[in-house]
């Protein structure tokens, strides 16, 4: 259950807006028109889609997809995830900004790209994956759907077909997204299920052009262009027996055909020897401490690894960090300190070692440590998300306050962010800061009349302090509204 149990808060707003952008892709013939007066983006899928519609289905499905999955809240994953990704996307085709990177929280492999920008990545991949060449060789995949603009082409194949042909393409998104884990997604799938048979069929020829196209920004990346074909293999020999394969083969399906075009695409590479990323290995490694349920299990699994080979950084690193969860965090403190003295520049090691130092409550030295990277680091998201969990842990709470709403307008899509404000403003006495704070929240998940509840809070604290505030609060309410009609008239 998500924070705030938003799970299906979201959910017969986001199917409203749904029907919206429906209606948008089937539109009249004046709406054609207007559409077709935008400039030209080289494809013809631009007078069906325009990118702002499709920016504004990714808004949509972005909300959805908060308020129906897990999201993993750890700033070092999202940091490492997000980071990675926007770097290899400079050697990608993509010309758009990424929208939204997302972590879900579940151990199976699947990612997604959705329009408008927004990739998502389950926990899963990175421990499928076993190094950054093989990850990345999926996230350039998904790079090059973005690119290539595979969802507006594909309303444009099917432009002459049914308003529920077309609603599939939308709706895959959503099923691809959730696993098939949620019973109202479920019940529109089988709805959809012709749609969607259909929307496969068309997919097959995308889907070779992202893997040739993906293909391309490994070698521009100087990443290991053998990867892709290693992934698909090791992915099909996993679930070879399987009675449900993981989502990514449902939406992404694989062929013999297409690994053996992966691997001949890869021959004309140049060929090198391909060192993998520590940093990627200790993400790897934290997602693997994420899922043991068993700590003590963990701390001998990493002890036995650092025997055979005692120079493994990322088994230390996996080590330190099943002792801290074991409540072993004298050792713990120590062996990540180790790591820190290796390099001493690394915000994974520092923001780590600061993490440990708040589960030892050794909370003084997280400050100080916190304050003083975050000097050389200045507004860094996992180290400023830590330096406000020190600060409450302090009972600095106005302080910690301070430090989140900072990140709020740094990064104002961060559900995480709006939670962990939410909180510590009411730590702070901050009544009226709750429920702005709260109201961002729902605002994200798609509840928008949570969020318009939490707006009248707020409005009715500062009506007779800050007037200013109210007039803005008014008019931001009476947004939500108008946006509520309209999706209520559609």
Same mark, same amino acid.
Not at 149 to 161: C, I, K, P
């Given at each position: 259950?998500? =924070? ?19 209606? /948008? ?12 007066? /935008? ?23 972005? =909300? ?58 389950? /926990? $899963? ?6 190094? !950054? ?32 042909? #077309? ?6 998104? #959503? ?19 012709? $749609? !969607? ?87 790897? #490694?934290?997602?693997? !401490?994420?899922? +043991? ?10 002890? =036995? ?12 690193? $996996? ?84 430090? /989140? ?11 995480? !962010? ?62 939500? +509204? ?9």
């Amino acid at each position: 259950m998500r =924070k705030y149990n938003l799970r299906d808060l979201g959910k017969q707003m986001f199917l409203r807006q749904l029907v919206i952008c429906i209606l /948008l892709l089937t539109t009249s013939p004046t709406l054609t028109r207007a559409e077709q007066s /935008l400039p030209s983006l080289g494809d013809a899928s631009s007078s069906i889609i325009s990118p702002q519609l499709e920016k504004e289905i990714g808004e949509s499905f972005l =909300k959805q997809l908060h308020a129906s999955l897990p999201t993993f809240s750890d700033p070092l994953m999202k940091y490492y995830v997000a980071g990675q990704l926007n770097q290899l996307a400079q050697y990608s085709d993509l010309r758009e900004a990424i929208m939204s990177v997302v972590v879900i929280d579940n151990p199976d492999i699947n990612a997604f790209a959705a329009p408008g920008g927004v990739i998502g990545v389950n /926990l $899963g991949l990175l421990l499928k994956a076993e190094d !950054v060449h093989e990850y990345s060789s999926v996230m350039a995949h998904e790079l090059a759907h973005l690119s290539q603009r595979h969802f507006a082409r594909g309303v444009e194949e099917q432009r002459a077909q049914t308003l529920p042909t #077309i609603a599939s393409l939308i709706t895959a998104l #959503i099923i691809g997204a959730a696993g098939g884990g949620d019973a109202a997604i479920a019940a529109i799938s089988t709805a959809q299920a012709a $749609g !969607v048979a259909n929307q496969l069929r068309f997919s097959r020829d995308r889907e070779q052009e992202a893997d040739r196209i993906g293909m391309n920004t490994l070698v521009r990346a100087n990443l290991d262009p053998n990867a892709m074909a290693r992934m698909f293999e090791r992915m099909q020999r996993a679930y070879r027996f399987t009675r449900r394969p993981p989502e990514f083969l449902l939406t992404h399906p694989l062929s013999e055909t297409r690994i053996a075009d992966a691997r001949n695409q890869a021959l004309d590479a140049p060929r090198r020897n391909y060192s993998d990323s520590l940093d990627y290995q200790l993400m790897r #490694i934290r997602a693997e !401490v994420h899922y +043991r349920k068993n700590h003590a299990q963990g701390v001998k699994v990493y002890r =036995k690894t650092l025997q055979e080979d005692p120079t493994n950084t990322a088994a230390n690193y $996996g080590l330190a960090l099943s002792l801290s969860r074991n409540g072993e965090h004298e050792e713990a403190l120590t062996r990540v300190e180790k790591l820190v003295g290796i390099n001493p520049q690394s915000i994974l090691y520092n923001a780590a070692y600061a993490e440990l130092l708040i589960e030892a409550k050794n909370t003084r030295q997280a400050l100080r440590l916190l304050s003083h990277q975050l000097v050389l680091n200045p507004d860094n998201a996992p180290l400023s998300m830590l330096y406000a969990q020190a600060l409450n842990q302090a009972e600095q709470f106005t302080e910690a306050e301070q430090v /989140l709403t900072r990140q709020s307008r740094i990064r104002p899509n961060d559900v995480d !962010v709006w939670y962990e404000l939410a909180e510590t403003a009411g730590l702070a006495g901050n009544i009226t800061g709750v429920h702005l704070a709260r109201a961002d929240y729902f605002y994200l998940h798609g509840a928008y009349h949570r969020a318009i509840q939490h707006l009248e809070y707020a409005q009715r604290l500062v009506s007779r302090t800050n007037p200013q505030l109210q007039t803005k609060l008014s008019q931001r309410i009476q947004d939500l +509204r108008t946006e509520i009609r309209a999706a209520q008239q559609s």
